[in-house]
């Protein structure tokens, strides 16, 4: 048993930590405060090859596989989670890796790696989240092309994507409800299509948030991706990959609020000593220490899991959960080391504070992820 990261790991690691440090600090409070995509920070790490790192090289990716982009993604988390989401240009379009045809694949992938394109995964609804089953955005098949309409929320990079992937019901009639859904590609200048931003989000401002109508936008037959009436089992799987790069931001969003504390806590004076003196200081640094180290290893296992061909759900599920509580457990504990400083926006650990909430919330709420582990431990 090697708990070790490979040598070319431990160097893509600090490369993404180094460009994030240089690169973040000059955007980070003022992509927060004006909610706004982060342009040419994007282009930038689409030269680099962070962007599409995931993408096998066969389409253009840096094929670092889910472990390197867990790597990645927790160094560019570290130093500001909203602009880590500059990774997730890429999100969606892991469907059409796990599912798409061979001409979708060679079609759609290699942009996203060069920076021509941004994807977008179309599956929460106003009244249907952690119930994928319960979307009711339609596709009727008419000749040779699917009618879609409907309406989708809260979609990650909804008003700057080039085309994104839409969960849709086009087996309206089926008996179980979850072989109703498919798959469903469609190119965001289609006509029919509406797109709105969605302002005064709590945190990660940065990263494009909108909601999509659709109203008769057409897409021919072609734009399905994998099989009809197996969209649901699509996403589900679909979410247990893409659930760790969610558990990696978590990990790095701890470990950014951890690094701010302890570089306040020994410059911090109190009672004629540094903060880092008192033994009430300590009990908490190592708290959240052994937190970031506990979620950390859950995630690199649940990576280094996947890219062995071995999806395991309940660990994916696990380490999200982890992950996602430990950020905002250090993240509020960091913010109150900084006391009455870290509750302005000076300091950088509110944005910390701000930003980690969203962790117990998307990809799977903590309660549903939960559920995920019960049911398969119980099973």
């Keep these: 048993m090697d708990f070790e990261l490979p040598e070319e790991l431990k160097m ?18 003022e992509c927060d405060r004006e909610e706004k995509f982060p342009w040419e920070l994007w282009k930038k790490a689409c030269q680099l090859g962070f962007i599409g790192a995931w993408i096998p090289e066969e389409y253009g990716g840096g094929g670092v596989g889910q472990l390197g982009v867990a790597v990645i993604m927790e160094q560019f ?59 009711r955005t339609r596709a009727v098949k008419e000749g040779n092309e699917y009618v879609i309409n409907g309406s989708k929320m809260f979609i990650t990079n909804g008003t700057i994507c080039d085309f994104m992937v839409v969960l849709c019901v086009t087996n309206p009639e089926a008996e179980r409800r979850h072989r109703r859904h498919s798959l469903i590609l469609v190119e965001a200048d289609r006509p029919g299509i509406t797109r709105s931003k969605i302002h005064g989000k709590m945190g990660i401002r940065a990263s494009d948030t909108g909601e999509i109508t659709f109203e008769n936008v057409r897409v021919p037959v072609e734009n399905l991706i994998g099989k009809e009436g197996e969209g649901f089992y699509e996403v589900m799987h679909f979410f247990d990959v893409t659930r760790t ?7 790095g969003c701890a470990q950014g ?46 990576a280094w899991k996947l890219d062995r061909g071995e999806l395991d759900p309940t660990l ?38 701000r930003d980690a909430k969203i962790l117990e919330i998307y990809e799977g709420t903590t309660e549903a992820e939960k559920l995920t582990i019960a049911r398969r431990i119980l099973a």
């Design 12 to 29: 893509l690691r600090d490369t993404a930590y180094r460009f994030a440090q240089n690169e973040f600090p000059p955007l980070a409070k």
């Design 77 to 135: 988390a570290r130093v500001d989670m909203g602009l880590s989401l500059i990774l997730a240009s890429t999100f969606g379009a892991e469907a059409i890796n796990l599912y798409g045809t061979e001409e979708q694949k060679r079609k759609y992938l290699p942009p996203l790696v060069r920076g021509e394109a941004i994807s977008a995964g179309a599956f929460t609804e106003p009244d249907a989240g952690t119930d994928v089953a319960g979307t």
């Design 245 to 251: 790069f969610v558990a990696a931001q978590g990990v």
């Design 257 to 302: 609020a951890l690094d701010l504390a302890v570089s306040y806590v020994k410059e911090r004076k109190a009672f004629g000593q540094p903060l880092a003196a008192f033994q009430a200081t300590q009990f908490k640094i190592a708290e959240m220490a052994t937190r970031i180290e506990l979620a950390r290893n859950a995630v690199y296992k649940a």
């Design 316 to 353: 994916s599920a696990m380490a999200k959960y982890y992950a996602g509580e430990a950020a905002v457990w250090v993240a509020n504990q960091a913010l109150q080391l900084h006391g009455g400083y870290g509750y302005i926006d000076e300091y950088d650990v509110q944005r910390f504070y």
